[in-house]
């Protein structure tokens, strides 16, 4: 069946660092790919989204490029704040139809240090 | 424009209760997921609701069940609770017709079973 595997966490990282989070997933047929954030005590939010291969998502400084031969969709962001420190969920949607079923994988939480 | 609203927003009940929560989708939107999302985990599907029937079901006993309004909106109900349904259920919106690529989660449901 359809999965998606993150990177575990924590992730620290000082202000201004570099970010990657790692995400691959298995699929049959062609999902669209997701990034949600979750800050503490709250629900899931869209941070970016990519429907077909080779797209690339961005959103408030992150991206994601859906790679279809690696099947991966990792989280990048150049220089992260603070304000950054949440949780982050990598999902797929089923292609069958799309009909809004999402696949998340287990979430990696980013502590970002001033 | 009101987003996805969920109620109550936390609750507590005893093992072998019955628990009903509520949402309310995004204005414009007509289909339903729910999500369990346990501590430290990613988000796990439940059902899906459309036209005031259950379209998609996760690995979820039938303890859980759900219904439809004709104004779209929806409960999720959980029967004999046991201590393991603690929990944010999380309740997504969508439009059909757009399937997976624009999905809208409300703050969520903290249940607590004890």
């Known amino acids: 069946g359809n999965s998606v595997t993150q990177m575990e966490g924590p992730v620290t990282l000082s202000e201004e660092a570099f970010l990657t989070i790692n995400c691959t997933y298995t699929a049959t047929g062609y999902p669209s790919l997701f990034w949600y954030v979750q800050y503490p005590g709250e629900g899931l939010q869209l941070l970016l989204k990519?429907?077909?291969?080779?797209d690339k998502g961005s959103n408030k400084g992150f991206e994601a490029t859906y790679r279809k031969e690696t099947t991966s969709f990792h989280l990048e962001k150049g220089s992260v704040q603070v304000s950054d420190s949440a949780v982050y969920f990598c999902a797929l949607s089923d292609s069958s139809g799309n009909t809004g079923k999402l696949i998340f994988g287990q979430g990696t939480t980013l502590q970002v240090k001033p | 424009d009101a987003g996805v609203t969920q109620s109550p927003t936390h609750l507590i009940k005893t093992r072998g209760q019955q628990v009903t929560l509520r949402c309310s989708p995004k204005s414009g939107h007509d289909t339903v997921s729910w999500y369990q999302q346990a501590l430290g985990q990613g988000p796990q599907f439940i059902f899906q609701y459309y036209e005031e029937e259950e379209r998609q079901r996760g690995n979820f006993p039938d303890r859980f069940s759900g219904h439809q309004f004709p104004n779209y909106s929806s409960e999720l109900n959980v029967n004999a609770l046991l201590l393991g349904d603690s929990a944010l259920y999380l309740c997504a919106s969508s439009l059909r017709l757009t399937g997976g690529n624009t999905i809208y989660f409300g703050e969520g449901s903290w249940l607590t079973v004890v």
């Open positions: 990519a429907t077909k291969a080779d």
